[in-house]
């Protein structure tokens, strides 16, 4: 008997961490294929390559989401747990550069709204300089506020629904920083 409870406990520890464990390579980049957010459970809805001048790499984007979906508005509006995981694959990517594309894509966001301050404290969060294999997650945590972490260290807050709209409108929306790398993440 004790040997069956064992048997029994050893493959479902096994067979949760194979679960847990799976991954995804999307351009060379390994994505867990689910992500905590929030304490609920997401789900890889794709990725892609954020490129520049059709010939630049610079960082690899994937999407998580409760349940996967290839309906842009509909994630941008949600009011739901969700993610964007980025990967810097260029030494091209510098912080400066960094916040320069966010303020342009803040500009270009057909959804939500942010504000100077937000663009502010996005720089005194990444204050420190960016190196190829940095890691960037953005998690929104439903109802309350996007957690910006930096190389798996949380480093601040943004309140609000809106903000959240505008700042995956960025990737997401009717004007994204790149169309290829929209599809990849919705999954098309």
Do not use: C
Request: aromatic share 12%; hydrophobic share 40%.
């Amino acid at each position: 008997m004790k040997l069956l409870k064992y048997l029994f406990t050893s493959s479902i520890i096994i067979f949760s961490y194979s679960f847990t464990g799976q991954t995804k390579t999307i351009e060379d980049v390994e994505f867990n294929s689910s992500m905590s957010i929030n304490s609920v459970n997401t789900v890889l809805n794709g990725g892609g390559l954020r490129e520049k001048y059709g010939f630049m790499d610079l960082y690899v984007g994937a999407l998580y989401l409760e349940k996967k979906s290839t309906d842009d508005k509909a994630i941008i509006m949600s009011d739901a747990n969700m993610g964007i995981r980025l990967v810097i694959v260029s030494g091209l990517v510098t912080r400066d550069r960094f916040i320069e594309a966010l303020e342009d894509g803040f500009k270009n966001t057909t959804a939500g709204k942010s504000s100077a301050n937000d663009i502010d404290m996005f720089k005194k969060y990444l204050s420190d300089a960016f190196v190829e294999g940095d890691e960037i997650i953005l998690n929104y945590h439903k109802g309350e506020s996007v957690h910006l972490y930096k190389n798996g260290k949380e480093r601040g807050t943004f309140d609000g629904l809106a903000f959240k709209q505008a700042l995956f409108g960025i990737w997401l929306g009717g004007n994204p920083a790149d169309d290829d790398l929209k599809e990849g993440m919705l999954g098309l």
